[in-house]
């Protein structure tokens, strides 16, 4: 079998020649890059401290960065970094919207939760303080590994790995959102899976009907477990959907429209717009390289 064929096969698509997933990492920095300086709106990041001090202000709370301490930031969090002193140092992993999206898009809400409240704790443990940092250099190595056809899958794999060791942390040290009512959980984690279950529903109404809840209500749960509202939240898992497909499959925008249960091709290449910024062609372009 030709090498044009397997490709073909395997993924539907070549990776070899796209950029990084999104995906920045440094690694062992001295001072503060650029890149995380002050909000960006569309990135967040993972930063983890070597030694000395920094000042981050987070949503107007000012605190002080530490040896060992690391800080986990989502896109549209209001954060700045200042004030590092001469022997701080740092690894650093930023990441695009459409990254964090794709790399924990199941994650349980109580986590987004937890992140919002506690965006900062120390590693005092050796080996966890190094598997933190492992995973900050094989994404580097990865980012770098430009002939490897499917960089593009394996540097989300490391980041969803990543965020995976820092979901274990938290539910192991801190038992997350113990103060949340139960039932409120619950009904988050079910209207999580039944969206990334029935991608061709995009109605709150429906799901709240499943839930037997009003949409009101499913709403404020939505926003106070993610930061989204409900259909926000359903209309990320949407594009998440297409992305997916257009990256992985040869089915025509007329197919995929079919499989997720829009109107026409047209209808999906509006939505898609309207979310993202850019046509699926042009998203189809950058896939290609």
Not at 54 to 64: I, K, N, R, V
Not at 96 to 117: C, G, K, L, T, V
Not at 215 to 243: C, H, M, Q
Request: proline share 3%; charged share 20%.
């Amino acid at each position: 079998m030709e090498i044009t064929n397997i490709q073909k096969d395997l993924m539907g698509v070549s990776f070899a020649n796209r950029q990084s997933a999104g995906i920045n990492v440094g690694l062992y920095e001295r001072g503060l890059s650029p890149e995380l300086l002050q909000s960006q709106e569309r990135r967040g990041f993972i930063l983890l401290c070597h030694g000395g001090t920094a000042t981050y202000d987070y949503f107007h709370t000012e605190h002080t960065l530490h040896s060992r301490d690391i800080i986990i930031l989502f896109p549209g969090d209001i954060y700045s970094l200042s004030n590092p002193s001469a022997d701080f140092a740092c690894s650093w992993v930023s990441y695009s919207a459409q990254a964090m999206d794709e790399a924990i898009y199941n994650f349980p809400s109580s986590f987004f939760s937890h992140i919002a409240d506690h965006p900062v704790y120390t590693l005092t443990d050796n080996d966890e303080y190094s598997n933190r940092l492992e995973y900050m250099k094989m994404l580097k190595e990865k980012m770098n590994d430009h002939d490897n056809i499917c960089r593009y899958e394996i540097m989300l794999a490391l980041l969803r790995s990543l965020f995976m060791e820092i979901l274990n942390r938290i539910v192991r040290n801190f038992r997350i959102n113990t103060s949340e009512p139960k039932h409120r959980r619950r009904l988050l984690d079910e209207f999580v899976d039944s969206v990334v279950a029935t991608p061709r529903c995009r109605e709150v109404a429906y799901f709240a009907q499943r839930l037997c809840i009003t949409p009101k209500y499913l709403s404020a749960i939505v926003s106070d477990g993610t930061g989204l509202t409900a259909k926000e939240f359903i209309d990320r898992n949407a594009i998440s959907a297409i992305k997916q497909l257009l990256r992985t499959t040869d089915l025509s925008v007329k197919q995929i429209a079919e499989n997720l249960g829009y109107s026409g091709s047209g209808n999906l290449c509006r939505f898609f717009k309207s979310h993202t910024g850019t046509t699926i062609s042009t998203f189809k372009n950058d896939l290609k390289g």
